[in-house]
């Protein structure tokens, strides 16, 4: 913590992060802050929000917060430009809101894997799309989007899921591409044995559900899923610093890649 706390490379940067009630979002949030900068977070549970800014404590001044259903486009629209607005421009994009689904895909409902697709996915493409033009005008633009270990390693029962995070991870590049001469870099984090509210069902934010694994799960599938480094499973504040170091000045040169942390459990 006290490596953290003698950080300060978010003074004077903008940054407006989804998901920001509950698990990594929250923990991205609070990084933010406590690097000096000043943040809107975004969430569909409203006392997520507010749990959000009872843990900011001193740094709660330079937090704002903005209810958004990153699936609704009007919501979406509505929410940036009201953060857009209150932090007086973007530097900062982070994708974190999401939810997790798992069920036998022979089971699996087209509403079930298209509600999985909306928020991940059209979710994430929603909020780029809208805050691309203030990004435009900012100062050395980022966005870190949220895929997953899922996307490139089997993870048996998410196939909506898998196939979601897959799509960030191609569109990361995509837009990294389309944007890089116009100064907005994108990113990609793929998280894996993580606790957070999406893993255990804990979190705040219904866009954050656990994953509910059917009850006849073949556990044994879930052998090669555990962290070669015997630690557990870390904290989502584990992935908010790799975040921040992507987010900041110190990512000035990575680009239209992703950043694996998952404690080596993906070799």
């Not at 919501?75 to 999401?98: H, M």
């Not at 793929?190 to 957070?196: A, F, L, N, V, Y």
């Not at 504040?237 to 000035?252: H, I, K, Y």
């Amino acid at each position: 913590m006290s490596a953290m706390q003698t950080l300060n490379r978010y003074e004077g940067r903008r940054a407006l992060v989804t998901g920001g009630g509950s698990g990594i979002g929250q923990a991205t949030v609070l990084r933010m802050l406590a690097e000096g900068g000043t943040v809107v977070a975004a969430d569909v549970s409203e006392d997520g929000l507010k749990d959000t800014v009872a843990k900011a404590g001193a740094d709660a001044g330079r937090l704002t917060t903005v209810v958004v259903n990153i699936a609704d486009e009007d919501s979406v629209r509505a929410g940036v430009a009201t953060a857009v607005e209150a932090l007086g421009g973007l530097d900062v994009l982070v994708n974190a809101a999401g939810i997790l689904r798992s069920s036998h895909t022979h089971e699996t409902t087209l509403d079930a894997f298209n509600q999985v697709i909306g928020i991940n996915l059209t979710g994430t493409f929603l909020m780029i799309r809208e805050a691309i033009p203030a990004l435009l005008e900012g100062h050395g633009s980022a966005v870190v989007n949220f895929s997953s270990t899922s996307a490139m390693f089997a993870h048996p029962y998410m196939a909506a899921y898998a196939a979601s995070k897959g799509g960030i991870q191609s569109m990361t590049h995509a837009l990294a591409s389309e944007y890089g001469k116009q100064g907005i870099r994108f990113t990609a984090v793929q998280p894996g044995s993580i606790s957070s509210g999406m893993t255990d069902g804990s979190g705040a934010s219904k866009q954050s559900v656990g994953p509910g694994l059917p009850e006849d799960a073949d556990m044994s599938l879930f052998v090669k899923l555990a962290p070669a480094l015997g630690q557990g499973f870390a904290g989502p504040e584990t992935v908010a610093s790799v975040v921040a170091m992507l987010a900041s000045d110190d990512g000035r040169f990575i680009t239209g890649t992703e950043v694996r942390v998952d404690g080596g459990t993906h070799f």
